[in-house]
């Protein structure tokens, strides 16, 4: 009798926020995993499980070096990328070159490895500000502006999902999307709304508090305990060439969302509102139906989510 071989994942990005914690399920329920990272944002050493795992550092872009890490892998879940709304901004050079130069080398090294088995890393942003609240998978994507650098990270996620679909249909057994909305949680750096509130409320002099827009603008979070039960649904049962929204439609106001840490802390503040940065978005709400019907059910409630954070 053969043993069964142990199901072997590759993880491009493996060592940022949404990476790391996928690698933690994934060791735990007893699969291989392989990370691929330059650590441009991540850090092996916040990985619990770095000791389980083979972790090669190397840039996405560089295919010879990406091409040796795909023997023996079934299933790739494609997660580099530049994320971080400043690098949009600054960087869109090499937001877009990291996305179009990485999706080529993992489509291509799938086909030439015949790997049947990919998880492409989709966003919210490709929705823009979406015609319809809450938003579904149908939505129609945009792209308002391409003279603002701050597209470039939307249609590099809107071209991952062009190239895939179409790829996907005669080269691929299972390669599905997913679009996060706003995922937090503990270890994500400082750069997310929800920690960046969080680390500004610990050095606060004064009481005031600087937002970015008006307040109003709306969204909704996903605690990553959430996301990650999400993402294993759609592993374990989602379809080839389907996507799917991983967020909730708990919404909240920023103006909101700042009050209720500072009622949590304990800290009186007054708001200031700051203009919102060109191409920043009003409102955005996913509609969670299609990653429910897998049997999705989020646990954390948002103020329970800030509340665990809080804890650690
Ligand atoms: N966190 C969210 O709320 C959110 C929302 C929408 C979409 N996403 C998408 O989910 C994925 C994971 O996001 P995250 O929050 O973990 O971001 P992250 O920045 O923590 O992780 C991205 C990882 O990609 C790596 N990376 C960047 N350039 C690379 C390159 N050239 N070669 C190899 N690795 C490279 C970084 O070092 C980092 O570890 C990304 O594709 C992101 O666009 C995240």
Known sequence: MFKKKTKSYLITGGTGFIGRNITESLIRQGFRVTIFDNNF???IKKLRSKKKINFIKGDVRNRKKFFKCLNNIDAVIHLAYVNGTKYFYSKPNLVLDVAVKG???VLDGCVKYKIKELYLASSSEVYQTPLKIPTTENEMLKVPDVYNPRYSYGVGKILTEVMGINLGRKLFKKLIIFRPHNVYGLN???EHVIPEFLARFKNLKGKKFKIQGTGNEIRSFIFIDD???AFELIIKKGKHLNIYNIGT???ITMKKLALTISKILNKKIIL???PLKKGGTTIRVPDIKKIKKLGFKPRYSLKAG????LEN
């Open 41 to 43: 944002r991540g850090s």
């Open 103 to 105: 999706l080529l080398n």
């Open 188 to 190: 994500m750096g400082t």
């Open 227 to 229: 996301f990650v039960k």
């Open 249 to 251: 439609t708990e919404k």
């Open 272 to 274: 200031k509102k700051s």
């Open 306 to 309: 800030i509340r665990k954070i």
